[in-house]
């Protein structure tokens, strides 16, 4: 599969969901789902999702322990910083798999980003990412996807109350610095150690 800057889906279904937040106006609201262990739907079996859920909209998130074999040299082929390097593109979830999806990492809001965390963004700026990419470390604080996660009104709220998750608070070292490999199992033995409930706790936004 091969995409390019100039031809991609840049959240054109989430923009349709949900408005992007200033981070001055917003909240950061985002959780980790953990999916539990006897999850069997294979798009979530043994994920970690970031998910969000603006003031306007439904929740939508990305599989942050889910990479793919594209590399980003090969999806990005003009971006010269990028060769050579071995970073993948990860698989966001189910829904527009033919578009990127990005995190961004970023101590001032990017324009028109949505807020996920106090320092962590989604955006579809594309002049960003060009320049982000342009860095000699373009990939610091940078994640790329294939498509997202997305839920309708109720329905994630519906997939807690039937069990299917743990609820984990969020943090950015999770999504840019741990190994993908290793993530799911160390937050799913530390929800089962502290014996997490599968709805979201009274600290954690309740509206999903």
Do not use: C
């Given at each position: ?193 502290r014996q997490v409930r599968a709805d979201p706790p009274a600290a954690l936004p309740v509206s999903f």
């Amino acid at each position: 599969m091969r995409f390019s800057l100039r031809f991609f889906l840049t959240f054109a279904t989430l923009a349709a969901m949900a408005a992007p937040v200033p981070a001055a106006e917003g909240q950061a609201s985002a959780i980790f789902l953990v999916a539990k262990r006897d999850l069997a739907d294979p798009n979530f079996r043994e994920s970690v999702v970031l998910v969000t859920h603006p003031p306007q909209g439904a929740p939508f998130g990305v599989i942050i322990n889910r990479p793919l074999g594209e590399l980003l040299s090969d999806v990005f082929p003009d971006q010269p910083t990028l060769k050579g390097r071995k970073e993948v593109l990860y698989f966001g979830g189910p829904v527009g798999r033919q578009g990127l999806v990005f995190l961004v990492r970023s101590p001032k809001p990017p324009r028109g980003a949505t807020l996920v965390l106090r320092d962590v963004f989604f955006t579809s700026d594309i002049a960003l990412i060009e320049k982000l990419l342009q860095r000699k470390e373009p990939l610091a604080g940078l994640r790329v996807f294939s498509g997202y996660s997305g839920w309708a009104p109720g329905q994630l709220q519906n997939e807690l109350a039937r069990g299917g998750w743990h609820v984990v608070p969020a943090d950015a070292e999770s999504v840019f610095d741990k190994d993908p490999a290793g993530l799911w199992l160390e937050l799913i033995e530390g929800a089962t150690s502290r014996q997490v409930r599968a709805d979201p706790p009274a600290a954690l936004p309740v509206s999903f």
